[in-house]
């Protein structure tokens, strides 16, 4: 591998970018990955031998665990996809008519901004944009006049990539269905941190992704569907059912999956679901709390730093963005890797709508997003390497 | 002669959720390929006694469970097993 990987000057590669794919995984769920892809490796529903079974098997378990995550009674209401962008395709283009007009939040990210801007552009839609405030939270009044008749659909970014801000799902939800508004949530930054109760909150969609606080492989991510509520497929071929005829599959969850799914990927998520389980949704939560107001405390104490986004008492996920004077946050991030082994990512997040909320666009940040891995050992070490570098620039 | 029951399934899906349903309960079955003299959607049956064959539609019809046919065969040896379709709301 060295020589095809640059060496990192400093290899202590310390993580803080959990909110694009969460590192490290749970042993369990490296191993499931590779055992499922050496020792089962059947195509779940094609054939009716051993392997296949195990596999067709290992689909539902995987099923069953994010219904259980969501509340959910029926595991069919649960679909797989790539990712969050690809369940919020499904969602979008599956759901949406002719004539309908939607609403979305300033924070929501590209995988919800480009599917409604081709929708918008090709005369099938309109749209109105739900202003944020400059920590990042929609502003619900604005949103109590934004419906039209036409309205179908709100999209609530459930917590944002770029501030961390976590929408008010209640009183949003609350909203929509009083006007009789569907709502598709985009949970990619907070199913398996949040509590997301789809059944109380009697919410529409969920998408979500495998890959970041469910602790799974990249390339797994799916949808929630309510019952009731049937989607136009996106996609239509083999599902190893019904083979004869040339109509896709109208029941669920077929109807939304075609081609043969993310085995090995399906097998590490699950053991990401079981990890949460055991471990408990609210002491995740909680301990992601107390690293994020103990990271957001000692950036205070970094001269020259300016926070966005909520304080350490708003509700926020772990992510916390920020600029030093008018440095350019790429080269942050290029001198907290080269000199100091640590990741984070820098930008605009896909998120351009958020930067113009918080004033960021378009030179965007520096984000940090710890995970409920990362340790107050790491914290300090980070904020004392932010210390170095505010130094150098005032001098 | 031997005979067996075997109930199919519309998808995938409901083969493995009736699969994890009986599990929890005392009847024998088993998970098989769908035996080319069935039609079936879905390429993989539940194989249980003919005796048994109500009570295991019962138990997954309450578990609201989308079911497609209900068969017995009769088997054989070697020969191709001759096919009955059930009516089982008799």
Known sequence: MSDIIEPCKNELNLYFDNAATSWPKPETVYRAAEKQMRQVCGNPGRSGHTRTLEADRLIYRTREAVAKLFNVTDPARIIFAL???DALNIALKGFLKKGDHVLYTAMEHNSVLRPLGRLQREGLITATM????IKGYPDLDFLEDAYHCETSLLVINHASNVTGSIAPLEEMLKSAKERNVSVLIDAAQTAGSQMINAAALEIDMIAFTGH?????????????????LELTP?????TGSQSEIDRHPESMPERLEAGTLNNSGLAGLLEGLKFIEETGIDKIRDHEQKIRAYLY???QEVPALKIYGPDSSEPASTVISFTINNVDSGEIGYILESSYGILCRTG?????LAHKAINTFPEGTVRLSPGYFTTIADIDYLVDAL??????VAE | MAYSCYITFPTTFYAIRAESILKQESTAFKMVPVPRTISSSCGTALR???????????????NELELEGFYRLKEEGLKTPTVEELDLNE
């Not at chain 1, 739900?130 to 405030?133: A, G, L, R, T, V």
């Not at chain 1, 605009?348 to 351009?352: I, V």
């Open chain 1, 387 to 392: 210390k170095d570098i505010t130094a150098h």
């Open chain 1, 83 to 85: 990712n969050a962008t």
């Open chain 1, 234 to 238: 996106l996609r239509e071929g083999g």
């Open chain 1, 212 to 228: 970041k606080s469910l602790l799974g492989p990249t390339g797994t991510g799916g949808l929630y569907v309510r019952p009731g």
């Open chain 1, 348 to 352: 605009l997040h896909c998120a351009p």
């Open chain 2, 48 to 62: 249980c006694s003919c005796d048994e064959i109500g009570k295991i539609k019962y138990t997954l019809l309450q």
């Open chain 1, 297 to 299: 405390e000692q950036l």
């Open chain 1, 130 to 133: 739900i202003p944020c405030s």
